[in-house]
Nanobody, 125 residues
Framework: QVQLVESGGGLVQAGGSLRLSCASSGRTFSNYAMGWFRQAPGKERELVAVITWNSGSTYYTDSVKGRFTISRDNAKNTLYLQMNSLKPEDTAVYYC??????????????????WGKGALVTVSS
């Protein structure tokens, strides 16, 4: 079955950087869109960024544009999220998500069917 395992979370000061990784197994990683979502305490899960199968297109939520970068290495079956200029409001559990097809859509869960268990990112002020 499809497995997604996040790593790279932790505690960082405001203004700092972290890089999350997501290792995928159980299917041909390069055939599917991928994404990052997050859930802050007391809030609903929200989109952070999504990327198509070939990295040809990406989409970010407004609050992270210019600070976060989603990327993938299809040879390594790995998805990344580079997070710079982190803010306390970025504190959340970050989830890796796997799409049901090569492209994401722009509503609901953005075409994602598979979810990792999450990685906690805490940004201190």
């Amino acid at each position: 079955q499809v497995q997604l395992v996040e790593s790279g979370g932790g505690l960082v000061q405001a203004g700092g950087s972290l890089r999350l990784s997501c290792a995928s197994s159980g299917r041909t990683f390069s055939n599917y869109a991928m994404g990052w979502f997050r859930q802050a305490p007391g809030k609903e899960r929200e989109l952070v960024a999504v990327i198509t199968w070939n990295s040809g297109s990406t989409y970010y939520t407004d609050s992270v544009k210019g600070r976060f970068t989603i990327s993938r290495d299809n040879a390594k079956n790995t998805l990344y999220l580079q997070m710079n200029s982190l803010k306390p409001e970025d504190t959340a559990v970050y989830y890796c998500a796997g799409g049901r097809g090569p492209y994401y859509n722009r509503h609901g869960e953005y075409g994602m069917d598979y979810w990792g268990k999450g990685a906690l990112v805490t940004v201190s002020s």
